[in-house]
């Protein structure tokens, strides 16, 4: 039965729009079942690749003005040992859990998608938009035809839905949401992290270990809303709105502009997994005072004329 809250995500049923962000207690089964069990609609794992992958010397992370900036490089087992973590995942949670993969090419990205799903993850996003790895991260999210490749490649190798997590760091982000769709992603997360930086005055050198990062946290929520709306009337595909999102009222803001679920990330570092209850209870007590009959019914209510 449909509760007021549950949503439909491609082909997954969430019991509540409020998802886990990929890179965020996403890396082993026991931390995912947790977020699972404080009340998370869908699990996203870590990025995973083929291969084990270290990840940037420290500072891999430093606060910023209202929001954390990363540089951790992609640090990740490799889908063969990670593949353990998912099928753990998959028998300890009750939720849909959602494999993000980053790869080198798009026979890479296939290899690593089928072999989370048959490991038995529910869907695939695809993280073509880490603002800091080269070759990797935004050098495909910010390029149409290696994006569509990509996402058709995947698409032909596997029968679990597979979305496409957008970067910001474009001049055009509807463009990129589009190509997804044509190449045959069944929705879009919008956005990853804005590429960023910070300097130790003291040192006179960047803080971070990469020097450059991506920007998390409320400070990018205006940015991440105004792409999830701009990119609603363009396809479509479900959307997942992430950026920013600590609260119910972030949460109702994105669904407004036109997203179907969103992802909770930094908030979780700061309030811990009981986040999202609050945001729970808050929809569903906003849903109740405006009198509307369930989440689905609000999705891009902001378009109205
Ligand atoms: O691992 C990272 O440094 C990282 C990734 Br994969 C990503 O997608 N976004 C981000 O801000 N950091």
């Not at 931390?31 to 291969?51: C, H, M, Q």
């Not at 679990?160 to 982000?173: D, G, W």
Request: charged share 20%.
């Amino acid at each position: 039965m449909k509760s007021k809250l549950s949503i439909d995500l491609a082909e997954l049923r969430l019991a509540n729009p409020a998802m886990l962000a990929a890179g965020i207690l996403g890396m082993t089964s026991f931390s995912l079942k947790r977020v699972a069990e404080a009340g998370a609609g869908a699990v996203v794992t870590k990025s995973v690749g083929l291969k084990p992958r270290m990840g940037y010397p420290n500072p891999t992370v430093t606060q910023a003005e209202g929001g954390v900036l990363n540089a951790m490089g992609l640090p990740n087992p490799g889908i063969d040992y990670f593949a353990e973590e998912i099928r753990k995942t998959k028998s300890t949670v009750n939720c849909p859990v959602i494999t993000s993969i980053y790869g080198f090419s798009a026979e890479e990205y296939a290899k690593i998608g089928k072999k989370a799903e048959e490991a038995g993850t529910d869907a695939l996003e695809l993280n073509v938009s880490c603002p800091h790895v080269e070759k990797v991260g935004c050098e495909i999210g910010q390029d149409p035809k290696i994006l569509k490749t990509i996402v058709k490649t995947v698409k032909k190798n596997v029968s679990i839905p597979v979305f496409v997590k957008l970067t910001p760091n474009v001049t055009n982000i509807i463009e990129f949401a589009k190509t997804a769709e044509e190449g045959g992603a069944d929705a879009v997360t919008a956005i990853n992290t804005v590429r960023a930086m910070a300097i130790n005055v003291e040192t006179k050198r960047p803080i971070l270990g990469n020097k450059l990062g991506g920007l998390s946290g409320p400070a990018i929520k205006p940015i991440a809303l105004r792409c999830v709306y701009e990119i609603y009337p363009e396809v479509k595909v479900p959307i997942i709105g992430c950026g920013g999102i600590r609260s119910w009222r972030d949460a109702v803001e994105f669904i407004l502009a036109g997203a179907t679920a969103v992802q909770v990330g930094t908030a979780i570092s700061f309030e811990g997994p009981e986040v999202f209850q609050s945001i729970k209870k808050g929809i569903e007590a906003y849903l109740k005072k405006e009198k509307h009959g369930s989440v689905r019914e609000i999705v891009g209510l902001a378009h109205r004329g």
